[in-house]
T-cell receptor, first 116, second 112 residues
Framework: DAGVTQSPTHLIKTRGQQVTLRCSPK?????VSWYQQALGQGPQFIFQ???????QRGNFPDRFSGHQFPNYSSELNVNALWLGDSALYLC???????????????FGPGTRLTVL | RKEVEQDPGPFNVPEGATVAFNCTYSNSASQSFFWYRQDCRKEPKLLMS???SGNEDGRFTAQLNRASQYISLLIRDSKLSDSATYLCVVNIVNSGYSTLTFGKGTMLLVSP
């Protein structure tokens, strides 16, 4: 049973460019959350997708957008990249149990984005 | 005030030592609590959930005090393999959707 997978593993972009990161959730999971982890910091919540819709969003600008597909996989898009967007981008998948939220979130290996 | 605050690190301890990590959270609506472990340049992995009654998993003991909004993790008989960053995490459920909020993490270095 494959865990959470992400692609690419590393990416180098220049300021102003756009980037798309991809995530495939663990089998049986229906919810995908994205996090940004800057060097020396804990992961920071970007947004969460369930049933192909954004359900929760953290304190990130509209330059950060996403999508979830019918097979539960997800993409994170970042437009107009800044130097400060350099970070490890983590995807976590989970199963939504109902009004009490989701069960344990499992993280993928991350995509390390460097903006020059 | 940060939503989740942890002891600043790193903690340098010899093998066999007992080490304690402390964490406080500010949102009283937080519903569940966890410790995650993150190795260098790897993803966070769930170490253990934290319950009000306290829970133990081998050498690891976690405690939660909801009144004080305080969480702790105790590691006994430290091993070299325990060297990692330990992340305190709280889960808030809003409209039926869970959001995890992480502390900055405390790095543990166990030396021979």
């Amino acid at each position: 049973d494959a865990g959470v997978t992400q692609s690419p593993t590393h990416l180098i972009k220049t300021r102003g460019q756009q980037v798309t990161l991809r995530c495939s959730p663990k089998s049986g999971h229906d919810t995908v959350s994205w996090y940004q982890q800057a060097l020396g910091q804990g992961p920071q919540f970007i947004f969460q997708y369930y049933e192909e819709e954004e359900r929760q969003r953290g304190n990130f600008p509209d330059r950060f957008s996403g999508h979830q597909f019918p097979n539960y996989s997800s993409e994170l898009n970042v437009n107009a990249l800044w130097l400060g967007d350099s970070a490890l981008y983590l995807c976590a998948s989970s199963f939504r149990t109902g009004t009490s939220g989701t069960d344990t979130q499992y993280f993928g290996p991350g995509t390390r984005l460097t903006v020059l | 005030r940060k939503e989740v605050e942890q002891d600043p690190g790193p903690f340098n301890v010899p093998e066999g030592a007992t080490v304690a990590f402390n964490c406080t959270y500010s949102n009283s609506a937080s519903q569940s609590f966890f410790w995650y472990r993150q190795d260098c340049r790897k993803e966070p992995k769930l170490l253990m959930s934290v319950y009000s009654s306290g829970n133990e998993d081998g050498r690891f003991t976690a405690q939660l005090n909801r009144a004080s909004q305080y969480i702790s993790l105790l590691i006994r008989d430290s091993k070299l393999s325990d060297s990692a960053t330990y992340l305190c995490v709280v889960n808030i459920v809003n409209s039926g959707y869970s959001t995890l909020t992480f502390g900055k993490g405390t790095m543990l270095l166990v030396s021979p």
